[in-house]
């Protein structure tokens, strides 16, 4: 009887909510590059939400910064206002997170950027040694996701 009870709690506390950036779509304001900080800010970051136990997802937007410290820029990136993102990967040490960025989010180590924006030929790549995702204001709601089948 007792293994069941901690059967059951095992099972409740892997059951987490989730939050995360789905780069496509999301509208970069600026992007900024000094004194070895780059700063991408977001106007508009989409993201999506899943409750623990839902197949349903939600998407809100809300607005943020992604900065990474002690970075370097590897490619020459002129930017023009707003931008909107079509993906890319965001690299912490040995996790790649693909077209997304997980809510929250901090780094150190070896971390590498690579955004590709539409309407542009260029893509932004950078490394750093450090990264942390800075969410402003409250989230706010778009709609509800649901698959089809």
């Known amino acids: 009887m007792t293994s069941i009870k901690l059967l059951n709690t095992i099972r409740v506390l892997t059951k987490l ?28 970051a989409f993201i999506i939400r899943t409750m623990a136990g839902s197949i349903e997802r939600t998407r809100w937007w809300q607005r943020g910064k992604l900065i990474f410290t002690n970075a370097e820029m590897l490619s020459a990136f002129h ?14 040490n040995l996790y790649t997170f693909r077209d997304m960025i997980p809510i929250p989010f901090a780094g150190r180590g070896q971390i590498r950027c690579v955004l590709r924006f539409k309407d542009q030929d260029q893509t932004l790549q ?4 450090g990264v942390r995702l ?16």
């Open 134 to 149: 800075e969410m402003e204001d409250v989230a706010k709601y778009i709609e509800h996701i649901r698959d089809h089948k």
């Open 126 to 129: 950078a490394i750093a040694q």
């Open 17 to 44: 909510d989730s939050s995360s950036i789905d780069l496509p779509g999301s509208e970069i304001a600026t992007i900024d590059f000094a004194d070895e900080i780059l700063c991408i800010q977001f106007s508009k």
């Open 79 to 92: 930017t023009g206002s707003p931008l909107i993102c079509t993906g890319g990967d965001v690299t912490e």
